[in-house]
C-alpha cells in the first residue's frame, strides 16, 4: 500500500494515503477561512481556540456504528473535538504544509492510539489516555507544577455501557476488547492538580494549556476539557460548553468553575510541545 512519512517533534509516523476521510464542503470553507484568520495577528493557540467561539456545541459527532473513518466537523463541535481541532490546526500552522490534507494527517495523528485507525477500538475514547498517548507521541508534555499529585485512571464505563455507544451496541464482541483496553488504561498514571489547589497553581499553567477536568463519576476519568485562558491575572476556561450549547469563555474563574461542581475532582494540565 502507498504510505505518506509524517515527522511530528523528530518521530516518524506512517499513514495510508488512501485512508477514507468524512467531511462536508462547508468544513473545507472554514478550513479555509481558519488559514486566511491565522496570517492576521499570530498564530498562538489561544488565537487558534479563539477562533471557534459560538461554534455550537453538539456532541456525539464521531459516534457510528459503520466503519470507522476520520470524521472532520469544523462546523460542530464538543469538549473532546473543539480540543482536538484547535491542537490540529496549531501543529498544522508550525509545518511548511498548511492543506487540508495535511490537516486531516495531524488530526489522525492525535486522535488515534499511535496515530494508526484501525477500527472503532482504536480510537483514544478515554481522554487520560489520549493526555498519555500524545505525551507518549512527543506532540505533548506534562509541565512541572508543584501541587500536582499522582492520578489513576479507573475507567469502565465504555464495557459496562455497550449499549449506549451505537459501535459497541453493533458489535457485542466489542465489549470484551473495551474492558481489556481499559484495564491498560488502568495502569497510566498522570499528575493531577486536585481542584482545592488549582487557585495556587495558576502562576504555572500557561494560556493555551489543556485542562482536563477531573471526576468522581464511577467509571470515567475526565468530565470535561478545554484550553486554559489568562483574563485580568486569573484563570479561565475556554471551552466547548454542553451548558451553553456553545465555544465559550467561562463566566467565572477556572477554581470556582470547579468549586461549583461537586463531581470535579481536580484539573490535569497538558502543554502542546
Known amino acids: ?11 516518524f509516523f506512517m499513514f495510508p494515503t488512501d485512508a477514507q476521510v468524512r467531511y462536508l464542503p462547508e468544513d473545507t470553507l ?21 477562533f471557534f467561539m459560538d461554534t455550537p456545541y453538539v456532541g456525539g459527532t464521531l459516534e457510528g456504528d459503520n466503519k470507522e473513518q476520520l470524521r472532520i466537523n469544523l462546523r460542530e463541535l464538543d469538549c473532546v473535538t473543539f480540543v482536538e481541532n484547535v491542537a490540529a490546526l496549531h501543529l498544522l500552522l508550525q509545518s511548511d504544509h498548511r492543506t487540508f490534507a495535511n490537516f486531516c494527517r495531524i488530526l489522525q495523528l492525535i486522535r488515534y492510539r499511535g496515530g494508526i485507525i484501525d477500527g472503532y477500538l482504536s480510537r483514544l475514547h478515554y481522554t487520560s489516555e489520549w493526555l498519555a498517548n500524545n505525551c507518549q507521541k512527543q506532540i505533548a508534555s506534562q509541565p512541572a507544577i508543584p501541587d500536582c499529585q499522582s492520578f489513576a485512571p479507573e475507567v469502565s464505563f465504555m464495557s459496562t455501557h455497550c449499549d449506549a455507544y451505537p459501535a459497541l451496541k453493533a458489535h ?23 481542584k482545592e489547589r488549582v487557585k495556587d497553581s495558576e502562576a504555572n499553567i500557561r494560556n493555551g494549556d489543556i485542562i482536563a477536568i477531573t471526576t468522581h463519576m464511577k467509571g470515567l476519568d475526565i468530565a470535561h476539557t478545554g484550553f486554559a485562558l489568562v483574563q485580568n491575572g486569573r484563570m479561565y476556561l475556554l471551552h466547548a460548553s454542553s451548558e451553553a450549547r456553545k465555544v465559550m469563555i467561562s463566566d467565572e474563574t477556572l477554581h470556582d468553575y470547579l468549586a461549583r461542581r461537586k463531581s470535579h475532582s481536580g484539573i490535569i494540565v497538558v502543554r502542546i510541545k
Open 1 to 11: 500500500m502507498k504510505r505518506l512519512v509524517i515527522i511530528l517533534a523528530g518521530v
Open 30 to 50: 472554514i478550513f479555509t477561512r481558519f488559514l486566511g484568520y491565522s496570517q492576521q495577528g499570530g498564530q498562538d493557540i489561544v488565537r487558534t481556540a479563539r
Open 172 to 194: 457485542p464482541d466489542w465489549c470484551k476488547t473495551m474492558s481489556a483496553i481499559e484495564t491498560n488504561i488502568n495502569e497510566l498514571r498522570l499528575c493531577y492538580i486536585p
